[in-house]
T-cell receptor, first 112, second 112 residues
Framework: DQQVKQNSPSLSVQEGRISILNCDYT??????FLWYKKYPAEGPTFLIS?????DKNEDGRFTVFLNKSAKHLSLHIVPSQPGDSAVYFC???????????FGTGTRLTIIP | DAGVIQSPRHEVTEMGQEVTLRCKPI?????LFWYRQTMMRGLELLIY????????DSGMPEDRFSAKMPNASFSTLKIQPSEPRDSAVYFC??????????FGQGTRLTVV
């Protein structure tokens, strides 16, 4: 039972354009959501998070949007840069310090 | 701080052998997580500890897997006996009440 789903295994975007990565969840107990970025042969690194009391959180080029009624969140990267090429994991938990449930990841490739 | 330290980085072993993976969390972090990454299932939580006590081990595949945290600065994940289907990348992560989880670089396990 996949409680966090990333339905797009891969995405290619032209440099300078907007990258939009999507994530859906099924567990209504989740109230804290995160995006992690992973380069090959490295561990995932935290990128940005959002709690369920908000619908948007922005950090530089990265913005996460949360639609609780649809159980959907998205990560927007604008403008996209070659260094953004990585695998992006969506994750959710019922509390900030609790265990994370991850999606299967989306491989983002930025085309120069 | 050097971050979460995992050893070894790579492990190749024969089926039936015992394998021990090691993790040193970030100093001061009170939660420790073991995850496994596979192509099919993405990042799965195996077990997590809070203040050295196992809180949730429901993700541990079967009795061949065991994990210990004898003190706040060290944890092990043991597989005995190992099987080819255990081949994956195993990540350790740690967190504190006011931080997101920080991941180590992972141990790539290959069981032949």
């Amino acid at each position: 039972d996949q409680q966090v789903k990333q339905n797009s295994p891969s995405l290619s975007v032209q440099e300078g354009r907007i990258s939009i990565l999507n994530c859906d969840y099924t567990n209504s107990m989740f109230d804290y959501f995160l995006w992690y970025k992973k380069y090959p042969a490295e561990g995932p690194t935290f990128l940005i998070s959002i709690s369920s009391i908000k619908d948007k959180n922005e950090d530089g080029r990265f913005t996460v949007f949360l639609n609780k009624s649809a159980k959907h969140l998205s990560l927007h990267i604008v403008p996209s840069q070659p260094g953004d090429s990585a695998v992006y994991f969506c994750a959710a938990s019922s509390d900030r310090n609790e265990k994370l449930t991850f999606g299967t990841g989306t491989r983002l490739t930025i085309i120069p | 701080d050097a971050g979460v330290i995992q050893s070894p980085r790579h492990e190749v072993t024969e089926m039936g052998q015992e394998v021990t993976l090691r993790c040193k969390p970030i100093s001061g972090h009170n939660s420790l997580f073991w995850y496994r990454q596979t192509m099919m299932r993405g990042l799965e939580l195996l077990i997590y500890f809070n203040n050295n006590v196992p809180i949730d081990d429901s993700g541990m595949p079967e009795d061949r897997f065991s994990a210990k945290m004898p003190n706040a600065s060290f944890s092990t994940l043991k597989i005995q006996p190992s099987e080819p289907r255990d081949s994956a990348v195993y990540f350790c992560a740690s967190s504190h009440v006011n931080t997101e989880a920080f991941f180590g670089q992972g141990t790539r396990l290959t069981v032949v």
